[in-house]
């Protein structure tokens, strides 16, 4: 397995920071690939209590991100960013390993 991790931008930490602490009984962002999707898989975005035993945990600037094993084969390497700009405000993840991408950034191929 790919073990490189995948890293927060400054903005998304304080994003999800921000979305977590409004949410009292959320601690974590959770971040999953799934089957589907305009261009064969997608992003998943929820809310979490807490991992579960075998999730990869990755913490930066007092916010937390969980993303199962499946699902970090897809995303090693990648970057999740939180983007501000005039089509809205949306999570972005940079990742190195989708050769395809849909417009609307959540959806990948590899």
């Given amino acids: 397995m790919n073990t490189e991790t995948v890293t927060l931008s400054e903005a998304a930490a304080k994003r999800i920071a921000a979305i977590v602490a409004a949410e009292a009984d959320k601690s974590a962002l959770r971040v999953s690939v799934e089957g589907g999707g305009c261009s064969g898989f997608s992003y998943k975005f929820d809310l979490d209590k807490q991992p579960a035993s075998d999730d990869i945990v990755i913490t930066r ?7 199962d094993p499946m699902s ?30 849909c417009g609307c950034g959540t959806s990948f191929s590899v």
């Fill in 61 to 67: 600037d007092g916010a937390t991100v969980l993303i």
């Fill in 72 to 101: 970090l084969i897809y995303m090693a390497g990648s970057e999740i960013d939180f983007v501000d700009n005039l089509l809205g405000q949306s999570f972005q993840i940079k990742n190195p390993n989708a050769v395809a991408s």
